[in-house]
């Protein structure tokens, strides 16, 4: 029997994984820890990714696309609704579904049981990942496993910790065998699919889910509205924060300016390190009271507004 020189090439493969989970179990953490720079925006509050965003990673012949989803709960406004839909659609197509479960919880979220429950109806298996295990304890986690072990819907389970990277590779290796043989969906340099200037609009929004309390984050949207790039290699970027009202523009703005200052050169910050060149971002505040249920904002978020 002879062999080709082909036979002994590795295999091109390709495919796409969804990241499904409760809100705030860590998915968008886990998707910039493989991809290995931000590609989307990560912040202590629930519900901070808003629609579907693709982490690229290519090692050697395999591509893992990664689609990280917006947490799965009840949705009760139009754009929570847009927000699950956008989730569930993820999974639909994908060649793999990684369920992350935040270990440090008490006990299994309900939204984590409707995920299961969702998986069931659809006949689906996932690969079930045990998040956040650098703060819990070992004994905890043997009895989480245990318990969705059960479940009947999980093929593999790994601990990993999203935050410090352990177990991240194993999980990532057991992905890429599973891939299906075929080309490469982007170039291989590629980390995202999302045009810069939405990204840029997402920097800006994870400071103000950091630096705003409670309420207020769920009621703004982040557009990029102009993209001026100079000789030197620097640009300007223009931003508009929409708010739904007056009271809400005020806090946002904060005491002669202060707390859009602080947002912005957070913001600003961020977007020099990832483009590694001089940015000028320039931050403007508009109320639009229904922002939330105008078509427009949710094409700007790529999201299905009838969802
Ligand atoms: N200690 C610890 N914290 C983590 C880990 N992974 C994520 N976190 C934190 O958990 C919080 C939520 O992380 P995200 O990645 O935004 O969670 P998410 O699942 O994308 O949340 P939504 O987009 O809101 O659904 C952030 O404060 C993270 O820093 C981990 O492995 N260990
Ligand atoms: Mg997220």
């Known amino acids: 029997m002879s062999e080709t020189p082909e036979a002994n090439a590795p295999v091109s493969r390709c495919g796409f994984v969804a990241v499904l989970g409760a809100p705030n179990a860590g998915k968008s953490t886990l998707v910039n820890r493989a991809v290995g720079q931000k590609v989307s925006i990560v912040s202590p509050k629930v519900q901070t990714t808003r629609s579907r965003v693709l982490g690229i990673v290519t090692e050697g012949a395999t591509q893992l696309v990664l689609i990280d989803t917006p947490g799965i709960f009840a949705p009760r406004r139009r754009l929570d609704r847009a927000m699950v839909a956008a989730a569930w659609g993820g999974a639909s197509d994908a060649d793999a579904i990684v369920l992350i479960v935040d270990a440090a919880r008490k006990g299994i979220e309900d939204e984590t049981r409707n995920i299961i429950a969702g998986l069931k109806k659809q006949n689906r298996k996932a690969i079930l990942a ?53 080309p490469h969906h982007f170039p291989d340099d590629q980390v995202t699919d999302a045009p810069m200037r939405s990204l840029a609009a997402e920097v800006t929004r994870e400071q103000l889910f950091r630096q705003l309390q409670q309420e207020l984050p769920y009621a703004l949207t982040v557009e990029t509205d102009s993209w001026e790039e100079f000789d030197d290699g620097s640009a300007k970027i223009q931003q508009t924060i929409f708010v739904e009202r007056d009271s809400q523009k005020a806090i946002v703005v904060g005491k002669g300016g202060s707390r859009v200052k602080e947002v912005r050169e957070a913001a600003q910050r961020e977007l020099q390190e990832m483009m590694d060149r001089k940015v000028h971002l320039f931050l403007f505040v508009k109320v639009r009271e229904n922002w939330a249920e105008d078509p427009e904002r949710y094409r700007a978020l790529g999201l299905d507004w009838k969802a």
Do not use: C, Y
Not at 133 to 153: F, H, Y
């Open 130 to 182: 045990l998040n956040k295990i650098d703060i819990v304890k070992r004994e905890k986690l043997l009895a989480l496993t245990a318990e969705l072990n059960a479940e009947g819907v999980f093929t593999d389970i790994f601990m990993i910790s999203a935050e410090t990277g352990d177990g991240v590779d194993d999980l990532l290796q057991v992905l890429a065998a599973r891939m299906p043989e075929g």
